[in-house]
Nanobody
Framework: QVQPVASGGGSVQAGGSLRLSCIVR????????LGWFRQAPGKEREGVAGVYTGDGTTYYADSVKGRFTISREDNKNTLYLQMNDLQPDDTAVYYC????????????????????WGWGQGTSVTVSS
């Protein structure tokens, strides 16, 4: 099984924007969750945004609501995270992840339980003040 790998990270100043990308598994797989989580040094993993492939419902952590947007381009098997108004607290390694099939859209709402989720290498985002 190929794990999704995130890309597009970098260094920006506060108030700046970045768009992260991730190639995800394509083809008939059943409704499941695609999501982004992040981990800052010395901190727990934090689910940031999720989308349920069954109906496209999106979910966001309160910490990023209104600033981040999760989207997908199915014909390219690509998941995106548009991040606007970045702040130093957003500094972290960002990972994209896929869950196993689920009939429950609520599984895509942060915080994720990560049980049955798969992810690969993350991409680093650094925001300076």
């Amino acid at each position: 099984q190929v794990q999704p790998v995130a890309s597009g990270g970098g260094s920006v100043q506060a108030g700046g924007s970045l768009r992260l990308s991730c190639i995800v598994r394509g083809g008939p797989f059943g409704s499941h969750c695609l999501g982004w989580f992040r981990q800052a040094p010395g901190k727990e993993r934090e689910g940031v945004a999720g989308v349920y492939t069954g109906d496209g419902t999106t979910y966001y952590a309160d910490s990023v609501k209104g600033r981040f947007t999760i989207s997908r381009e199915d014909n390219k098997n690509t998941l995106y995270l548009q991040m606007n108004d970045l702040q130093p607290d957003d500094t972290a390694v960002y990972y994209c992840a896929e869950s196993r099939p689920t009939p429950l859209p609520s599984k895509c709402r942060p915080p994720f339980d990560y049980n049955g989720w798969g992810w690969g290498q993350g991409t680093s985002v650094t925001v300076s003040s």
